[in-house]
């Protein structure tokens, strides 16, 4: 079959080469093998002869194919591709025709899913330029993308081994959800975990229960949650240290320190050496005392650079320098294991580890935080510069004007009536000892114009607590007596943890309450102020409830505003108010007054000069006496009425005084006598006249 095309240009080149006879046709009977095809250099023969062998090839290739086909197709039935529990085929398109379904998925070493442009951002300012970015990168090492050649851009500060969920450019939004539906208690009771600890992930489990019909049985709820984060302790990844820790090399690898860094006794293990290749920054952690004091005593570093062998291995490590935390920064060029910065003597620790030989520990922290949230405010921005390669916009006409750390707003839309509870914050320590004494549940630290904002309404307790409680903002009921607390401070008569227990019951709760009183009925509610007393004092007993109430036994209190005396202070004891200031300032007393054995009621002038005292003398009289210096005079305006005698000072006619007596002036004179007393009997009252000692009768005494 494949022969007749050189038959036919055989035919032709015959028919040229004789044209007179071109409307004709050749017969040819046979034709020599040995003819030359012209232009092609090969015999006619040779030409059918490569053609027979082609054919023939053909046909075996062909029949070969036949008989595979007809292999597969007994293999795998027509019925059965494409089809559920069949083979996968492709589409017109190239496309499955339904998905796969697959137990497991491998992916490569580092994968990419969507890329951002390089971008160089125009701005008031300057220009800010950023590098093309993949959206989503797992185990992508270090890269940050790359330039606009195409050369990868590295951040040797994230490992290799990672997953950046997200917008990784400028204004470059890639939204996150996760959901779940929480179905039992632990990790099934929570939707997303986020778990920080050495140990593997089992090791972080969530606590989250109950769990069977014991755990039902002692708890209160199922429980389930949105967000557990979980920050736990941490083992260093490798120590490198003399025969307390065994290599996988089965070597020692003790440090021998120096201020740059530490060189090895034998070059680290193949996948110690891998690990600090691919985690440069690395934080170390020494067991040498550099420091008598302080909560970390031991140096600590940070990792910088490393040296190799031939074969790849670390011999040595450098960093920036060995520290002491909260140490001076200008303790420089400190040797672990030789200095400390306070003098003391360089030793091994033995309370946070206890290797034999120096050590130091790859890929700790000391401090672990649980949550950070970090609410930044850079105010008006209107000509800032262009920052750096992670954030060329450099704030540039920022428009956020405020900033909240954390607002959780509890929806409570239960029209029942106070059957279902709601709790916002919990910060509960469940320590088996005592922290030490700077440790707190919550730190509110800044400058800030309010420390503390509680915006309670008219029925919210805003602080409710065993030691200190503040009620709401609601005053007492309208009747006449109601009375409601502003504050309670209360502690236990017991002390220590004894104060925590039941027993015995004789213990008592000591309260100190502020707290008013409605002193009127005002159910119409026309009274003002003026009608509310302010009472601090103590109550013994009560507040066994979250709800503050004058519960206890009143004891001594101070009242302001009593009804009594409005707009003055009155001192209360356990039966009655007995003194109290009035609201002009005077003192009312409304029980007995005692002015203790030898104390005195002093009286000054207007000058605040004292000028005399009443007190209760040792020899059971009350006297009143004047100040040394003072007239010496008492004025009493009103009239005086004795049911006893009244007895007058003794002098003798040389003592009376002449020169500060005034007229009416009175005494008993001893040595004096009447001139109408004929026997001249001496002792008599004498007045003085203004000139003149008389008797009883305007007569000069005489004595």
Known sequence: MRAAPALAGLALFLSLADAASAASTLQVTSINASALIAGTGQTLGGLVTAESQAAAAVATAQSTATQANASANAAIPLSQKGAAGGVATLDASGNVTAPLSTTSAAASLSSTIGWNSALTWAINSGTGTQYANPKIAANQPWQMGTDSSGTAVYDDYLPPTHLRLGGSQEFDGVPLFVHNVPYGPDDMGVVDGVFMQSENMRGSEAGVGPDGASGIASYDNFDAVARYTFAGTNSPIFVATGAAVTAPDGLTHTPTFTATGATFANPLPASWSNWITNHPHVRMMTNELGSSSGYIKTYAGQLTGYTTN??????????????????????????????????????????????????????????????????????????????????????????????????????????????????????????????????????????????????????????????????????????????????????????????????????????????????????????????????????????????????????????????????????????????????????????????????????????????????????????????????????????????????????????????????????????????????????????????????????????
């Open 310 to 703: 031939s074969a790849g291995l670390v011999t040595a490590i450098s960093t920036d320098g060995w520290r002491i935390f909260n140490a001076s920064a200008s303790t420089t060029n400190q040797i672990p294991g030789t200095s400390t910065v306070d003098g003391s003597t360089a030793a091994l620790d033995t309370v946070w580890s206890d290797f034999q030989a120096p050590a130091i520990m790859f890929g700790v922290y000391t401090k672990a935080f649980g949550e950070n949230v970090i609410c930044s405010l850079p105010g008006p921005t209107p000509n800032a510069s262009p920052g750096d390669i992670n954030y060329p916009t450099g704030n540039a006409n920022n428009q956020v004007r405020s900033c909240e750390g954390i607002e959780y707003d509890l929806w409570n839309n239960d029209t029942t009536g106070n059957t279902a509870y709601m709790r916002g914050i919990t910060v509960a320590y469940s320590g088996n000892t005592s922290p030490t004494a700077d440790s707190y549940d919550m730190d509110l630290a800044g400058g800030n114009a309010t420390m503390l904002n509680i915006a309670g309404e008219w029925y919210s307790a805003n602080i409710s607590s065993r030691p200190f409680s503040s009620a709401g903002y609601g005053g007492p009921a309208y009747a006449a007596g109601s009375q409601s607390v502003i504050a309670d401070f209360d502690q236990s008569n017991r002390p220590g943890w004894d104060a925590d227990s039941a027993f015995p019951t004789y213990s008592h709760n000591m309260r100190v309450t502020l707290w008013n009183t409605r002193n009127t009925n005002d159910t119409s509610n026309t009274n003002d102020y003026n009608d509310i007393t302010t009472s601090l004092g103590v109550q013994v007993d009560g507040h066994a409830s979250p709800t503050l109430a004058m519960d206890g036994t009143i004891q001594e209190h101070l009242e302001f505003n009593p009804s009594n005396f409005p707009n003055g202070i009155a001192l209360c004891g356990y039966q009655i108010c007995g003194f109290a200031i009035n609201g002009s300032g005077n003192a009312q007393f409304s029980a007995d007054a005692n002015i203790l054995s030898g104390k005195s009621l002093l009286f000054t002038n207007t000058k605040g000069t004292q000028i005399g005292s009443l007190y209760g003398g040792t020899d059971g009289a009350i006297h009143i006496s004047s100040t040394t210096g003072s007239t010496g005079i008492i004025a009493v305006a009103a009239k005086i009425r004795a049911s006893g005698a009244i007895n007058a000072g003794n002098v003798t006619y040389s003592t009376l005084p002449s020169s500060s007596a005034a007229v009416g002036d009175q005494d008993y004179c001893t040595d004096c006598y009447s001139t109408s007393n004929s026997s001249a009997t001496k002792g008599v009252p004498v007045w003085w006249n203004g000139s003149n000692w008389t008797d009883a009768l305007g007569n000069t005494v005489n004595h």
